[in-house]
C-alpha cells in the first residue's frame, strides 16, 4: 500500500526546497512528500494521483504565487481531494489575507514564513491536522480498477475474464455510482477519456481504455508465450482434466506447458458449488477447485499460457506441432486434447444481440451478486442449472428455471431438485421455452412458449443465463483426428473398426485406452467421445492418460 501524500506548491524554488526537506524530515517515514513550483502543475500531478487511486493528506500552498494564488489553488484542488487537509504559507504581510481564507474558503491553517525552528512552528500543527486526517483515513484500493457499465457485453467479458482468472479488481459501475461524489472526481480526472469504457486503471497511473482481455493479461503478467518451443508433453485446455494430466505429468518429470483459451479451471471454474468431488464433503466452488489446481501444477513447473488459443494442428515424424492463434507454435512429443465442451447457443430472436447484456451463457458464479433483488431466468434442467439457481437464490428476488420437459427429474441429480424444493424463491416453470428476449440496451423482458397450452407468455427479466447443454469445438482438428458426427474426439477401441485399426495407424499395437487415431495425441475429459461429464471423471482421465504417454515415450 503506498504511502498517503503531503503535497506543497511554491513557486520559489528555495522556499520549495526548504519546506520539502522539514516535511520529509519529521514525516518522510509514515508519508511521501511531493513538491511542485506551479499550482496548475499540481492541479495536474492531483488528476493523475486521483486516477492511481493514491492518498492525499496534506495539500500545502504558499499564498503568492502568479497566475493562481495559494487561495485559489486550494479551492481547485478541494474538488479533487476534498478531505485533504489544507493549509498557507504566507508573509507576515499577508495574514488578514489567511484569516479571511480560513473563514471563507475552508482553509485549515496557515503558517508564517519563516517557520523557523519547525519543531514550535511547523510540526506541532501539521501533527494535529494529519492525525485528524488520520483519524477518517480509509485506505484506497490498491489494486486494478476496472469503470464500466453492467450493461455492456465488453465490460461484462472483461469483468468475467478476471474473475475466472483470480486478478483481484474493483468495479466502479458509472452508470449505477453516478452520484457517488468520488466517483463523480474520477470520472473528472479522467476527462474525455471516461467515455472509453471499459477502462482499466493501473496502481501505477497507466490506464487502458476500451481494453480487452488480452491486453489486460499481459499488463497483469498472465503469461500467453511459451518459455521455450518444445516440450515433452503439451496439453490444450486447462480444465479439470488437462490440469489433471499437467500435475501428473510434471510430477513424473514430464516438461509440460498448458494452452487454455480463456481461464483455468474450464467449466469448472463456473460451477458455484461442486458437491460430488471426492474429499470436500461440504462441496467447494469451482473457482476453488481451479485455483488450488493450478498453484498444484505450478509447484511441479508446469507452464500455463492463458489466455491463448489453439486453431491448428499437425504431425511432423516423432513431433505433434499446434498452431496458436497469435501465430506462434508449439512442439512437443506428447499432445493431450482437453479441451471440453462449450453452450449450445439458444436460438431465439433477440437473444444473440443482447447476449453480455442481461443474457449469459453459463457463467452465474461471478455475475450472482449483481442480480441482487431481481428476477433472474434460469434456462435449462441439468445440474448445471440447478446449482446455478441455488446461488441465485441467494441473492435475487425470485428465480424461475425453465425446463421444456415436465418436471425436473429425468435431468438433474435428485440432491439438487431436493434443495430447489426447498428453496422458496425458486419457481420451476416446466413445459416452457424461450420465444423471444426484449430489451434496447439490455435485456427487460421475455417471451416464454409454453408447450402444454400453446400459449406464448411475455413477462420482464433483468437476468437470463442460458444452460441447455453443450458441444465440443474440435473443428481445428479436422482432417487429422477422428471425431465422431457431433465433434466428440474418438479413442482407444472406439478407434477399431472389426479388430482393424483406424485408416493411416502406423503401428502394430491398437491405439491405448485414450489415444486418438494418431499415436502420441491423447484425448481426455468432456471432449472424448462417450466420455462422462463430470469433474471427477475428467480428472481420472487426465491422470490414467499421463501413464500411456510414459509408454508411449518409452517407444519415440
Ligand atoms: C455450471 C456447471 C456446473 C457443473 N457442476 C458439476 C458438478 O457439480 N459436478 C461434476 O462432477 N461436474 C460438474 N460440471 C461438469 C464439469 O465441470 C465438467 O464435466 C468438467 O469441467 C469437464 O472437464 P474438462 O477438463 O474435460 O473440460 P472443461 O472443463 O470444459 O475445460 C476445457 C478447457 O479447454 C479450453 N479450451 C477449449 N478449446 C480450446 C482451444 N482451442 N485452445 C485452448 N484452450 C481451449 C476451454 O477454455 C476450457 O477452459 C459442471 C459444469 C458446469 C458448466
Not at 482499466?200 to 491486453?215: H, R
Not at 518429470?253 to 483455468?264: D, K, Q
Not at 435428485?414 to 416452457?432: E, G, K, M, R
Not at 477422428?482 to 495407424?505: N, S, V, Y
Request: aromatic share 8%; hydrophobic share 40%.
Amino acid at each position: 500500500m503506498p504511502k498517503p501524500i503531503l503535497l506543497s506548491v511554491d513557486d520559489d524554488s528555495d522556499v520549495l526546497r526548504a519546506i520539502e526537506r522539514d516535511l520529509r524530515s519529521q514525516y518522510g517515514a509514515e508519508y511521501r512528500v511531493i513538491g511542485s513550483d506551479s499550482p496548475v502543475g499540481a492541479l495536474d500531478l492531483l488528476k493523475q494521483l486521483k486516477i492511481r487511486n493514491d492518498n492525499v493528506a496534506l495539500l500545502l500552498a504558499d499564498q503568492r504565487m502568479p497566475r493562481m494564488d495559494g487561495v485559489e489553488f486550494l479551492q481547485e484542488a478541494m474538488r479533487i481531494y476534498p478531505d485533504a487537509k489544507r493549509a498557507l504559507l504566507t508573509a507576515y504581510a499577508d495574514t488578514n489575507a489567511a484569516i479571511s481564507a480560513i473563514n471563507e474558503a475552508n482553509i485549515n491553517y496557515f503558517f508564517l514564513k519563516p517557520w523557523d525552528p519547525p519543531a514550535d512552528r511547523l510540526y506541532p500543527q501539521l501533527d494535529d491536522l494529519l492525525d485528524d486526517w488520520q483519524a477518517s483515513y480509509r485506505p484506497a484500493f490498491d489494486g486494478i480498477r476496472v469503470l464500466g457499465t453492467r450493461w455492456s457485453p465488453r465490460c461484462y467479458e472483461l469483468r468475467d475474464f478476471l474473475a475466472r482468472n483470480h486478478v483481484p479488481y474493483q468495479w466502479i459501475d458509472v452508470e449505477l455510482s453516478a452520484n457517488d461524489a468520488e466517483t463523480k472526481r474520477l470520472l473528472e480526472a479522467l476527462g474525455p477519456e471516461a467515455a472509453n469504457l471499459p477502462v482499466v486503471l493501473f496502481p501505477d497511473g497507466t490506464k487502458l481504455l476500451e481494453s480487452v482481455p488480452a491486453e489486460v493479461a499481459q499488463r497483469v503478467g498472465l503469461r500467453t508465450r511459451a518459455q521455450t518451443t518444445f516440450y515433452d508433453l503439451a496439453i490444450v485446455g486447462g480444465g479439470p482434466a488437462g490440469l489433471a494430466a499437467a500435475v501428473y505429468g510434471a510430477s513424473e518429470g514430464l516438461h509440460t506447458v498448458i494452452v487454455e483459451r480463456e481461464a483455468p479451471g474450464g467449466q469448472a471454474g463456473m460451477s458455484s458449488r461442486i458437491e460430488n468431488y471426492l474429499g470436500f464433503p461440504s462441496g467447494l466452488s469451482g473457482g476453488d477447485l481451479a485455483r488450488r489446481a493450478v498453484v498444484q501444477a505450478q509447484r511441479f513447473n508446469v507452464e500455463i499460457l492463458a489466455p491463448q488459443e489453439c486453431v491448428g494442428i499437425r504431425v511432423e515424424g516423432p513431433y505433434r506441432i499446434v498452431k496458436l492463434v497469435d501465430a506462434g507454435e508449439i512442439s512437443c512429443h506428447a499432445l493431450m486434447i482437453a479441451t471440453g465442451v462449450q453452450w449450445r447457443r439458444l436460438e431465439a430472436p433477440g437473444v444473440d444481440r443482447l447476449q453480455g447484456a442481461g443474457i449469459y451463457y453459463g457463467g452465474g458464479a461471478n455475475e450472482a451478486l449483481s442480480c441482487k433483488n431481481e428476477i433472474v431466468y434460469v434456462v435449462g434442467g441439468a445440474n448445471s442449472a440447478g446449482q446455478a439457481a441455488m446461488n441465485f437464490a441467494k441473492y435475487a428476488e425470485r428465480v424461475v428455471i425453465l425446463v421444456r420437459g415436465k418436471s425436473l427429474s429425468s435431468t438433474m441429480s435428485q440432491y439438487l431438485i431436493d434443495q430447489i424444493n426447498q428453496t422458496s424463491n425458486i419457481q420451476v416453470w416446466a413445459h416452457a421455452s424461450v420465444a423471444e428476449a426484449h430489451g434496447e440496451t439490455h435485456l427487460e423482458e421475455i417471451s416464454v412458449l409454453c408447450s402444454d397450452t400453446n400459449k406464448i407468455e411475455r413477462v420482464p427479466a433483468s437476468a437470463m443465463f442460458i444452460f441447455i447443454g453443450a458441444l465440443p469445438r474440435t473443428d481445428w482438428l479436422a482432417n487429422v483426428i477422428a471425431r465422431d458426427e457431433r465433434g466428440f474426439i474418438l479413442t482407444g477401441p472406439d478407434l477399431m473398426h472389426e479388430g482393424q485399426h483406424p485408416k493411416g495407424w502406423p503401428l502394430d499395437r491398437d491405439p491405448y485406452l485414450l489415444e486418438t487415431n494418431v499415436p502420441g495425441i491423447f484425448a481426455v475429459g468432456d471432449v472424448r467421445h462417450g466420455s462422462v461429464k463430470r469433474v471427477a471423471s475428467g480428472v481420472g482421465e487426465g491422470s490414467v492418460a499421463v501413464q500411456f504417454i510414459h509408454q508411449y515415450l518409452s517407444k519415440v
